[in-house]
């Protein structure tokens, strides 16, 4: 457990101090400098949080559903990777559309 601690620790203070794709800056414009940028980091960061979990209890559904030949574990848990999948580029378009709309609603780049 404590490897586990360790890793996700030195993930945020690596996410902390540098960005993980060198050159690139992420910015927002000043609308979303706000609560309500605040309100959007945290929901994305929440669902695409779920969307790995279930990913990944989709995975040990459908291993666990075929190793005890359990056929309705091992489909469920297919459908649950699908789903997950789904829903976390559901997520990154979301994320993209608000992006698009507050540029428009600025006038442009």
């Given amino acids: 457990m404590s490897q586990m601690l360790h890793t996700v620790h ?5 996410a902390a101090d540098d960005p993980v794709i060198p050159g690139f800056k992420p910015s927002l414009p000043g609308t979303l400098q706000t609560p309500t940028g605040r309100i959007l980091g945290w929901t994305a960061g929440g669902g695409l949080s779920l ?3 279930g990913g990944l209890t989709g995975w040990a559904c459908t291993a666990i559903g075929h190793n005890s030949e359990r056929a ?3 489909a469920r848990g297919k459908q649950a990777i699908v789903w997950s ?3 976390a580029i559901g ?11 507050y540029s428009m609603a600025r006038g442009g780049n």
């Fill in 72 to 74: 309705n574990l091992a």
């Fill in 51 to 53: 969307a790995v979990l």
């Fill in 91 to 101: 997520i990154a378009v979301t994320s993209g559309l608000v992006w698009s709309f």
């Fill in 10 to 14: 030195a993930i945020s203070t690596l």
């Fill in 85 to 87: 999948f789904i829903s």
